[in-house]
């Protein structure tokens, strides 16, 4: 079924109203077990294969927190320049749902791990756009529901639904922004930017993949206005589990044309859940919005206090990795990059891919031209993200190292490319068995030079006459008689010599 909405155009609402954000952004930890059991959380394994008596909810079946989850949330709190709380507590938040077999969901609430931090925001143009952050609280995910018998795959005309309690129980990180004001125009893009830019933290502090297609990182948009010059909040509706960067900018621009129209028309907004729409960037009604009293939050019994020394977390603190905009201002000042150039390798999705080719023997000029240019396009062939190509920065770094070896010219180096891309396998694997390494064989490549300027006596005159560009109609005769693989840097050689 398709909802219609009456939208006002963007313009009109900035003039009008001030659009307020919330952020809630679940970030899913990479540890091999559950926040709370024993059991795996491996992502993609056979529906309810990795469960127990505790993500089951079974009766008796006492929880036992994950200690390298705690580390782990304390490492994202400081990487949010958060405060970090000596002592913090797990308490129950209440609730019915299908795939929560406990109904209830071990989270944090009044005493959460991190709180009072920022993130630095980098926009389009640049500018940096500090979002403070609320808190940042370790929780247990949810199970997954699959619909079935509906157009949508959603909840909205399914005839079944199937229960996977195999994420029950991974451990997430919770982390909320403080309310974002004044960012008028600008709100789609900070909320985008934002969101891409705690995706590359959380990655480059080994803590998670991050992979919002997969789930293992979402967003909850908030958003209500408020007219220009009011101080109190409008009622804010909730945009929940949007899966790509893109999306969240999209969800945020909808739902400000739309509650400017709503409001206009003298309606009402309704402090609800909503679900965001890939097909065409709209947002629909959910549920009504329960607030924090609704959950009954109350500490768990089950769980002790979590005690964070301080002189554990220095020690945590000293792990931290380079994060990624203090690498990123080193790079582009070794690489001497225009802001312009860097911002168009963050946009592309291509920086960290560059620096991990450079880190496997390639120069960046080597890196940034297979990545920017052959590589970029095949990702556009396969309507994909760069890092999702089947091939890793290494296998680049071994076929730029192959073409400097002089066993591939760069004709033959694509071929590669494309078999390690189809899955034939390694790159040395791939130029093996499609017999693409350059022919070494002088005897053959002089013959076939040979063979070329007998065929091709005017252009032998023009050579020997000093036009040394007729050349390369021979470099190309010598090049599909040797089905691209002659050395060039030989054949120029033998044509030179044969042409004096």
């Given amino acids: 079924m398709t909802v219609s909405y009456d939208l006002m155009d963007f313009e009109e609402v900035l003039e009008r109203f001030d659009p307020v954000m919330g952020l809630e952004v679940h970030v899913e930890l990479a540890t091999e077990t559950k926040m709370f059991s024993a059991s795996s959380a491996f992502f993609g394994a056979e529906p309810n294969s990795h469960v127990d008596p505790v993500s089951l909810g079974l009766p008796g079946a006492l929880p036992v927190v994950n200690a390298k989850g705690v580390e782990w949330a304390i490492k994202i709190g400081l990487a949010l320049n958060c405060e970090i709380a000596e002592s913090s507590r797990f308490a129950r938040k209440n609730y019915f749902y299908p795939d929560q077999p406990k109904n209830y969901q071990i989270s944090q609430y009044d ?52 229960v996977d309690c195999n994420r029950a129980g991974v451990p997430l990180i919770e982390i909320v922004t403080k309310p974002i004001e004044g960012a008028g125009a600008r709100a789609p893009e900070v909320a985008r930017c934002y969101v891409a830019a705690l995706r590359e933290l959380v990655v480059a502090l080994g803590v998670s993949d991050a992979r919002m297609d997969q789930g293992s990182m979402r967003c909850d ?35 400000m044309m739309r509650q400017a129209q709503v409001i206009t028309d003298g309606g009402t907004i309704r402090q609800e859940t909503r679900h965001y729409q890939e097909t065409d960037g709209s947002t629909t009604a959910g549920r009504i919005k329960e ?59 291509a920086l960290d891919l ?46 730029v190292a192959l073409i400097n070896e002089g066993k591939l010219t760069n004709k033959l180096a694509r071929k590669a490319v494309d078999g ?11 130029v093996k068995n499609r017999g693409l390494e350059v022919v070494r064989d002088d005897g053959a490549i002089e013959k076939a030079v040979d063979e070329a300027l007998a065929a091709n006596p005017d252009i032998v005159e023009k050579i020997k006459g000093g036009n040394k560009k007729a050349g390369g109609a021979i470099v190309g005769a010598v090049m599909k008689a040797t089905r691209g ?12 010599e044969k042409c004096r």
């Fill in 111 to 162: 005493e959460p791990i991190a709180h009072d931090g920022y993130l630095d925001v980098v926009l389009d143009d640049g500018e940096i756009y500090r979002v403070e952050i609320e808190r940042a609280h370790m929780e247990e995910d949810t199970g997954k529901l699959t619909h079935l018998g509906g157009a949508t795959g959603r909840l909205q005309g399914a005839t079944s639904s199937l």
């Fill in 420 to 430: 390690v891309l189809e899955g034939e396998g390694d790159v040395d694997e791939v």
């Fill in 485 to 496: 693989k002659a050395d060039p840097a030989l054949v120029n050689k033998l044509i030179a």
């Fill in 354 to 399: 560059i620096i991990d080719t450079v880190e496997a023997g390639t120069t960046p000029s080597e890196a940034r031209s297979w990545w920017v240019s052959y590589l970029t396009q095949k990702a556009n062939e396969k309507g994909v993200e760069l890092a999702a190509l089947e091939i890793t920065p290494a296998q680049v770094a071994r076929v």
């Fill in 221 to 255: 948009s908030n958003l209500s206005l408020r007219p220009i010059g009011q101080k109190e909040f409008g009622t804010r509706t909730e945009t929940k589990n949007i899966n790509s960067v893109r999306s969240v900018e999209q969800a945020v621009r909808f739902e």
């Fill in 291 to 349: 607030t924090a009293e609704d959950y009954r939050y109350f500490n768990d019994p089950d769980l002790p206090p979590v005690i964070a020394p301080r002189e554990w977390v220095e020690e945590i603190r000293a792990t931290l990795p380079e994060l990624p905009w203090v690498r990123k201002e080193r790079i582009q000042k070794e690489w001497k990059l225009s802001d312009e150039e860097m911002r168009d390798l963050v946009n592309a999705g």
